[in-house]
Each structure stands twice: as structure tokens, then as C-alpha cells.
């Protein structure tokens, strides 16, 4: 029954549909929801939609190469999947299906802080590089293991998220009162209101002072911000907005990018996300200045739909849509993506 369905999606959109009747609707109503009235999270879509895309024709687009280094790694191609938490409310097999989809579809994977499966068995499964999505908590000694412990089981990047003080006035998950299942537990987290409200750049310096791996900050969305992780010497930025569940009505990130894109001038990779759906959404977000995107709500709903076979198809969905967008705009490589491919 779930291949007959799976077989007929065509595109990340369908994904939601066919998630709604394979979810309950707590877990549905945790992975869909923004916060207060969803001003941001429809503001995502809609800015990408709102850019229109400027074509070159007569290009020699044979072979289109989708391939990109980060921090160090080769990818080839620009798609990471976001960190969520909770993947077995979604599915049985939670971030385990996560990470033999990741890998099937060559991807990376960025495990939340609140994964229901540990670093060690995922790193068990994992084909393709791992990194960690960290959430510091006001015990810093905890939040140092955490780090030696993504370590130790091989993660390749440590993602700090700096938007969530405090998770905003999330209306919808208090509607149906959201909790996590019996049974389903947050190893290397334990407590969700746990984290600290007092983290200021000075602990991002003490998080590099000890990391052997690269330290990025997600959750940016003032340049200023962009230009102070740049100065604080982290290896990259991403810029969100949480996909709008935290504070509502700030921009939509593709709005906010071209802004910091023009303040950090290329001196570390910036990474975005919010509302990344179709190829030509890869295309505008690195024409604007992004290195790489991640997603995440169609990656929750692609493993609610088909387990680790639903995660690849979103992502390779999103892969073959990037590259028809690079070849019907005339560009073959992501290097050659710039402005031009907008239309002004
Ligand atoms: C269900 C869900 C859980 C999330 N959990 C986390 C999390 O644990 N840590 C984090 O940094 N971001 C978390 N995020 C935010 C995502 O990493 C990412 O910024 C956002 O979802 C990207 O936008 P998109 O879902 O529109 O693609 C979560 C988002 C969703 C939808
Ligand atoms: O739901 C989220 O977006 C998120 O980042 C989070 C925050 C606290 C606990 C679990 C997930």
C-alpha cells in the first residue's frame, strides 16, 4: 500500500498530502505547524515564489554538474537535510530511516539535538557525512560531552542554533497538546525545556576553543548578526528562520539573504533554509548568495510517508528539479549560478 501510494508523488508538495492520512495528527500537527499566525512561514513560500527567474538560452547545458565543496567536504549536490526533531513520531524507525535515506540520496544529514535515536547506532547506519545540530543547555558541561560525543561517533560539523532562546507561541502544538508518545525518548537531550536563555557569542568562543570540528551558527537573519559570527571566527552561518516556529512575522529567508550574502562577501559558506520546496527554490537561494540549502518539514513528511525509501525520493525529487532548473536557465555548473539568473 505505501509503494503503490509513494509511486505516484511527483513532487514535495504531494509528500504533505500523503502525510496527513499516514500521521496522527499530534505528530502532523508538530511538524506542519509555525508559530502564533503563520505570517513567516507562508512569508518563506511566498518570496520564492514572488522571484521570477531570468533564462539564457543557446548554453551548452549536456552536462550539468551539480557538485560543491563545504567546509571541506565534497557534495555533490547542495542539499542537506535540516535538523527536526522527534523522527519516531514520524516513523517506527525514526533517524535511522533518516540516515539510510540521507544516504541512499547522498546527502547530508544534520541530526537535531533532540534525535529519538542515538549518535552511535545512526552512525551505525550512516553512509554519508553526519553532522550535529547542537542546542546548549544552561548545564555546559552536558552540552561539552554532547560535543566530544558527535565527535567520537564521527560528525563532521557542529550546527549551533541561536534562534531559540525560548521556542515561540506555538499555538497549534498547544492546541493538541503536544507530547512525546510513551515510549519515545530523547537520549542526548532529556528535558526540552532545558535550554539555556543565556547564550551570547561568548559561548560560541568557548564551543571553538574545544571543537575539533567546524562551528556553525544557524538561525541568522540580521546582517549585523552575519557580521559578528564572521568576526567570532565560525566556519559558517545558516541563515533561517526556523521555518517560522519561533518568532512570528520576521522575513522570509530568502529576503533576508542577499542582505547578509552582501555582508559576509564570500569570507565563510552561508547555508539557508525555510521553505525550500522545488529545484527552482535551490536555484534562487544560491543565485542570492547561499553555498547550500537544507530542508526540513518534507523530509519529516517523506519518512512519515515511506520510511528511508520516502526521505531519498524527496531529496532526489529536489536534486532532479535543481538540475532542470540549472539547465532551462543556461547554467551548467553551480559555480556559474549568480544574479544574472534572476530577473530584476
Ligand atoms: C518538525 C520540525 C522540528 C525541528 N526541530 C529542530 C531542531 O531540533 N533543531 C533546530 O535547530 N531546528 C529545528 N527545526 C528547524 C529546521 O532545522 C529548519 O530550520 C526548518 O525546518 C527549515 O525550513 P523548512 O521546514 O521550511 O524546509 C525544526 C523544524 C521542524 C519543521
Ligand atoms: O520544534 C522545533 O522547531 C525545535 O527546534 C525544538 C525545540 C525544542 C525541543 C525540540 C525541538
Given at each position: ?7 505516484g508523488?511527483?513532487?514535495?508538495f504531494?509528500f504533505e498530502?500523503l ?6 495528527n499530534?505528530?502532523?500537527e508538530?511538524?506542519a ?6 505570517f ?6 511566498q518570496?520564492?515564489?514572488a522571484?521570477k ?6 548554453v ?13 567536504l ?16 514520524m ?7 533518516t540516515?539510510?535515506?540521507?544516504g541512499?540520496a ?6 537535531s539535538s533532540?534525535?529519538t ?5 545512526i552512525a ?7 553532522w550535529l545540530?547542537l542546542?546548549?543547555r544552561d548545564?555546559r ?8 560525543e558527535a565527535?567520537?561517533q564521527g ?7 541561536v534562534?531559540?532562546?525560548?521556542a ?6 498547544q492546541?493538541?497538546?503536544?507530547a ?5 525518548h530523547t537520549?542526548h537531550?532529556h528535558?526540552?525545556f ?17 571543537a575539533?570540528?567546524?562551528?556553525l551558527?544557524?538561525?541568522i537573519?540580521?546582517?549585523d548578526?552575519?557580521e ?10 545558516v541563515v ?8 512570528d512575522t520576521v522575513?522570509a529567508?530568502?529576503e533576508a ?9 564570500k569570507?565563510?559558506p552561508?547555508l539557508?533554509?525555510g ?5 527552482t527554490?535551490v536555484l534562487k537561494a ?5 553555498n ?6 518534507p ?6 510517508c515511506?520510511?528511508?525509501e ?11 528539479e535543481f ?6 536557465t543556461?547554467?551548467a ?7 544574472s539568473?534572476?530577473?530584476k
Amino acid at each position: 500500500m505505501d509503494k503503490i501510494e509513494i509511486a505516484g508523488i511527483v513532487n514535495l508538495f504531494d509528500f504533505e498530502k500523503l502525510a496527513v492520512s499516514k500521521m496522527t495528527n499530534m505528530a502532523y500537527e508538530y511538524v506542519a505547524s509555525g508559530a502564533a499566525d503563520e505570517f513567516t512561514v507562508r512569508w518563506n513560500r511566498q518570496a520564492l515564489d514572488a522571484i521570477k527567474l531570468n533564462p539564457t538560452v543557446l548554453v551548452d547545458v549536456s552536462q550539468i554538474d551539480t557538485s560543491t565543496s563545504l567546509l571541506g567536504l565534497d557534495l555533490p549536490h547542495p542539499i542537506l537535510i535540516a535538523p527536526t526533531a522527534y523522527h519516531k513520531i514520524m516513523h517506527p524507525e525514526g533517524e535511522l530511516a533518516t540516515a539510510r535515506g540521507a544516504g541512499a540520496a547522498e546527502a547530508v544529514y544534520v541530526v537535531s539535538s533532540f534525535t529519538t535515536t542515538s549518535l552511535e547506532e545512526i552512525a551505525k547506519v550512516a553512509t554519508e557525512p553526519l553532522w550535529l545540530q547542537l542546542y546548549v543547555r544552561d548545564d555546559r558541561s552536558f552540552t561539552k560531552d554532547l560535543v566530544q560525543e558527535a565527535e567520537y561517533q564521527g560528525c563532521m560539523a557542529l550546527c549551533v542554533t541561536v534562534d531559540t532562546p525560548v521556542a515561540g507561541a506555538r499555538n497549534r502544538q498547544q492546541r493538541v497538546n503536544f507530547a512525546l508518545p510513551n515510549g519515545v525518548h530523547t537520549p542526548h537531550m532529556h528535558d526540552a525545556f532545558a535550554l539555556t536563555k543565556s547564550l551570547t557569542w561568548k559561548d560560541i568562543e568557548w564551543l571553538k576553543s574545544f571543537a575539533k570540528i567546524p562551528v556553525l551558527v544557524k538561525g541568522i537573519l540580521n546582517p549585523d548578526d552575519a557580521e559578528k559570527a564572521v568576526e567570532t571566527g565560525v566556519s559558517g552561518i545558516v541563515v533561517s528562520n526556523h521555518s517560522g516556529r519561533n518568532l512570528d512575522t520576521v522575513p522570509a529567508t530568502i529576503e533576508a539573504l542577499p542582505r547578509i550574502a552582501e555582508k559576509v562577501n564570500k569570507r565563510i559558506p552561508i547555508l539557508m533554509d525555510g521553505g525550500i520546496r522545488r529545484g527552482t527554490d535551490v536555484l534562487k537561494a544560491i543565485a542570492l548568495g547561499a553555498n547550500a540549502v537544507l530542508v526540513g518539514k518534507p523530509i519529516c513528511f517523506g519518512l512519515a510517508c515511506g520510511g528511508a525509501e520516502g526521505v531519498t525520493k524527496v531529496l532526489g525529487i529536489l536534486r532532479n528539479e535543481f538540475e532542470l532548473a540549472m539547465a532551462l536557465t543556461g547554467k551548467a555548473t553551480i559555480a556559474e549560478i549568480d544574479s544574472s539568473v534572476i530577473w530584476k
